[in-house]
């Protein structure tokens, strides 16, 4: 400012004061905004950070499932001149392996007969002869389940003897009390794994997190997750 004739005259501001008066205001603004508006707080699970003690292992434990019952897919082959002789004399094979399984003990509702099929038998082709067809093979499978364990070689060469050509693949099927079984003692195994690896570490073995099974073959897997604790 300056006086002029007994009057005072205010000057304008210069470039750098005008700077520090808009700085100072964006101060002023910016301390009321976060008076009024103040940031919540995280929720507790965010802001209460994870025990480093919380400790999980895995462990896999296995027993042996055993059969109780046996399924049997076998083979039934006949052939003939003609598709219709192929045909006769597959459901012959067929009727005597049907009865002969029965009187075995194997009800005729454990007996499932599959599809059939016939293809005719050409001759080999000759540098000037044309292939013929020289006769038909009849072809299907017969499922036989509900075989006692204890019985699957007896039922087999009853019916390899009675119609059946081949066997085509066995199956054992464990019962529920041996899957049962079979759970508890892969339980026991997998527990006295973990139990190992808790005293390893200086730990006891808590609660069960997660099971997992799985077949394979004949043995049943569990894979067991623990939490040991502090």
């Known amino acids: 400012m300056s006086r002029i004739g007994g009057l005072i005259v205010a000057k304008p501001f210069s470039t750098a004061n005008k700077v520090v008066v808009v700085f100072l205001g964006v101060i002023v603004l910016t301390s009321f905004y976060l008076s009024t508006h103040r940031v919540p707080a995280p929720p507790l699970e965010q802001a209460v950070a994870i025990d480093p003690r ?12 055993t059969a109780s019952e046996v399924r049997l897919i076998l083979s039934v082959q006949q052939g003939g001149r003609t ?12 009727d005597k392996l049907t009865t002969n399984l029965t009187d075995n003990g194997i009800s005729q509702e454990n007996i499932h007969i599959g599809d059939r099929q016939i293809q005719p038998q050409w001759s080999a082709p000759g540098s000037y002869r044309t292939p013929i067809i020289q006769g038909y093979i009849a072809t ?6 509900g075989i006692v364990a204890d019985e699957q070689n007896n039922i087999l060469n009853v019916a390899l003897a009675n119609g059946a050509t081949q066997l085509v693949k066995s199956v054992a099927l464990p019962g529920t009390e041996a899957k049962k079984q079979a759970v508890k003692a892969a339980l026991n195994d997998a527990s006295e794994k973990a139990k190992v690896i808790a005293a390893s570490m200086g730990r006891e073995l808590g609660e069960t997190v997660s099971i997992e099974q799985t077949e394979q073959g004949n043995t049943l897997q569990l894979m067991v997750q623990y939490r040991l604790k502090f």
């Open 54 to 65: 919380d400790v999980h292992i895995t462990v896999t434990g296995q027993s042996a499932l």
């Open 83 to 94: 598709a219709n002789d192929a045909q006769q004399a597959m459901n012959k094979s067929l």
């Open 140 to 145: 299907t499978t017969v499922e036989v389940s």
